[in-house]
């Protein structure tokens, strides 16, 4: 039978290929492009390219990194450099932001919500003069509440430049964490329970587990935290002093989002030595039992053994009341111990609350 990898293979440039290779991974998805492009007067969208136009802003999402020749017209379009290019299909990369002169590049890490287990997908984010463009592995993302404030006619979306907009998108990700790292909070709050209280079986691979996610929360989270830093400089000119402002706000989720990880994952540690102490507890509970079972029958074979040995002479033999009363003495010592036992909170430990 197969065996699914624990770890992801990561697809990568070719080996000895030029800086800046736009190397296609044949599995990517089949790339899909959405355009929004907006200004105070309205927005307009379409499934394809829309240019950018004088006081407006433009959003290009695409999903799907598997046509070669849509990501070329993409980046010849725009002017993308190439370095950042092979850094959008190369899908393994570390959350950073780099300035070139055209535009900025950011890396982030978006939750992957349709997993089976919890995985993070990269998101590639180009924000240059008027317009944004953000590259995902896949269609479904986390930015359905900023495409709700660019169709609200009422909202203050619209009126925004281009770095709001990158804001956003970078807000909504960010945001996206809290949900499940609250649901792991959850889930290892249950394990101790079952843990305390014995009212479920937990195995030591189901607090692993838990412990892997956070592994790959923090993994992600952590250097989003450096890149949202480096954002807020003043040396980055494509963000208005305005914008700076929510993006402090925007650090000081993340820094919550690593406190809050970093908790959990010590309650992850506790739990496993938790685990191992009630596993212990229930194999001393288990000996104390079965000790005190052969302390109860020790004197009984005893007198078993007295009056088995072959001795011509035992006048209790011919006795007409012998078995009886041996029989009864038998029965009032197991009684006796074991009533001492109970007295002594021994054989039967007090029920948990």
């Known amino acids: 039978m197969s065996k699914e990898p624990r770890y992801s293979r990561r697809s990568r440039t070719p080996p000895g290929a030029p800086p800046g290779t736009l190397s296609v991974d044949p599995e ?10 907006f200004s105070p007067d309205g927005v307009e969208e379409k499934e394809g390219l829309l240019p950018v136009e004088e006081g407006q802003v433009l959003w290009l999402n695409v999903d799907g990194l598997g046509d070669h020749k849509m990501l070329s017209h993409i980046a010849a379009t725009f002017g993308l450099h190439p370095l950042a290019m092979e850094d959008v299909v190369s899908v393994h990369q570390r959350p950073k932001a780099e300035e070139y002169e055209a535009h900025h590049f950011i890396v982030l890490r978006m939750p992957d919500r349709g997993a089976a287990q919890l995985a993070t997908e990269q998101v590639a984010i180009f924000l240059g003069d008027g317009y944004v463009i953000t590259f995902q592995e896949k269609p479904g993302d986390v930015f359905d509440p900023v495409r709700a404030r660019l169709r609200n006619p009422v909202g203050q979306m619209r009126k925004r430049g281009a770095d709001y907009l990158c804001y956003a998108l970078i807000d909504a990700l960010i945001d996206a964490y809290f949900p499940v790292v609250e649901q792991l909070g959850d889930q290892l709050e249950t394990l101790e329970d079952d843990i305390v209280f014995q009212t479920g079986e937990v195995e030591m691979g189901q607090i692993h587990a838990h412990k892997r996610e956070l592994m790959s929360v923090r993994s992600a989270v952590w250097p989003m935290r450096d890149v949202v830093a480096t954002l807020q ?3 980055i000119q494509r963000f208005s002093d305005n914008t700076r402002l929510y993006l402090r706000d925007v650090q000081d989720h993340t820094v919550q989002l690593i406190e809050t990880i970093q908790t ?13 102490s009630s596993q212990a507890n229930k194999s001393n509970e288990v000996m104390q039992v079965l000790t005190l079972i052969a302390t109860i029958f020790i004197p009984l074979t005893f007198i078993v053994g007295v009056y088995g040995m072959n001795f011509d002479y035992m006048p209790e033999l011919h006795w007409k009341w012998s078995y009886p009363i041996v029989m009864a003495l038998m029965a009032i010592m197991a009684l006796a111990l074991t009533y001492w036992f109970h007295r002594k909170g021994w054989l039967w430990s007090k029920p948990r609350r």
């Open 28 to 37: 990517a998805r089949a790339t899909r492009v959405h355009s929004f492009r």
């Open 233 to 235: 400089r003043e040396e």
């Open 264 to 276: 959990y994952r010590e309650i992850a540690t506790g739990l496993v030595d938790l685990l191992l």
